[in-house]
């Protein structure tokens, strides 16, 4: 089992920039494909981005490639989501999970097993 705890969220301006991180617990972190979805109010919980336990594939949602950038350092157990050019739409609720036998990079819920209690990003336009 693993326990994700994210941080790094806040309130910016449109076109500012942030970095979410999740740490896991436990020592199979680099088995895990990791995740990361977010929540507007009133709306689905939504994919963002998601590295492969081996960092070799990753995917994002069209809506954010080349603004998003997914990484993972497996010697501090952590996936951080960089996050530039952001705006008003990018706010959410964002919320890292992470998925056993981790090889593949789904963008369904369902697909992943662990998730963290999410962290708030407000973009003010």
């Known amino acids: 089992q693993v326990q994700l705890v994210e941080s790094g969220g806040g309130l910016v301006q449109a076109g500012d920039s942030l970095r979410l991180s999740c740490a896991a617990s436990?020592?199979?972190?680099?088995?895990?494909?990791m995740g990361w979805f977010r929540q507007a109010p009133g709306k689905e919980r939504e994919f963002v981005a998601a590295?492969?336990?081996?960092?070799?594939?990753?995917r994002y949602v069209d809506s954010v490639k080349g603004r998003f950038t997914i990484s993972r350092d497996t010697s501090k157990n952590t996936v951080i989501l960089q996050m530039n050019s952001l705006k008003p739409e990018d706010t959410a609720v964002y919320y890292c999970?992470?998925?056993?036998?981790?090889?593949?990079?789904?963008?369904?819920?369902?697909?992943?097993?662990?998730w963290g209690q999410g962290t708030q990003v407000t973009v003010s336009s």
């Open positions: 590295i492969s336990r081996n960092g070799g594939r990753i």
């Open positions: 436990g020592r199979t972190f680099s088995t895990y494909a």
């Open positions: 999970a992470a998925k056993s036998f981790g090889l593949d990079v789904p963008m369904t819920n369902s697909n992943y097993d662990y």
